[in-house]
């Protein structure tokens, strides 16, 4: 199993900056892709970005792309989410999740393992 813990959110004004951070723990040799969705209050779970250990190659989705950056630490088993110019639509809980294998990247049913989430409320 792989344990994943996210840390990191909180309240922002718009137009300031997060890093969220999640950690890895277990059998992360299992891990092919990490990635973050967001979930909004009665809005389906959407797609952020997702990165892939092996060689850091990075996805991103429509609504973050050029604002994000997802990351890895390997030595510390670590997935960074760097969150700029927030809007207050970026208001939602941030899952981590990580996948075992190959395949769809943006599907939330393709990962395996998920954290519990963590809070971003952006003000505006």
């Known amino acids: 199993q792989v344990q994943l813990v996210e840390s990191g959110g909180g309240l922002v004004q718009a137009g300031g900056s997060l890093r969220l951070s999640c950690a890895a723990s277990?059998?992360?040799?299992?891990?092919?892709?990490t990635g973050w969705f967001r979930q909004a209050p009665g809005k389906v779970r959407e797609f952020v970005a997702t990165?892939?250990?092996?060689?850091?190659?990075?996805y991103y989705g429509d609504s973050t792309k050029g604002r994000f950056t997802i990351s890895r630490d390997s030595a510390k088993n670590t997935v960074y989410l760097e969150m700029n110019s927030l809007k207050p639509e970026d208001t939602a809980v941030y899952y981590c999740?990580?996948?075992?294998?190959?395949?769809?990247?943006?599907?939330?049913?393709?990962?395996?393992?998920w954290g519990q989430g963590t809070q971003v409320t952006v003000s505006s």
């Open positions: 990165i892939r250990w092996s060689d850091g190659n990075t």
């Open positions: 999740a990580s996948k075992p294998s190959t395949g769809s990247y943006y599907s939330a049913d393709a990962y395996a393992y």
């Open positions: 277990g059998r992360t040799f299992r891990i092919y892709r």
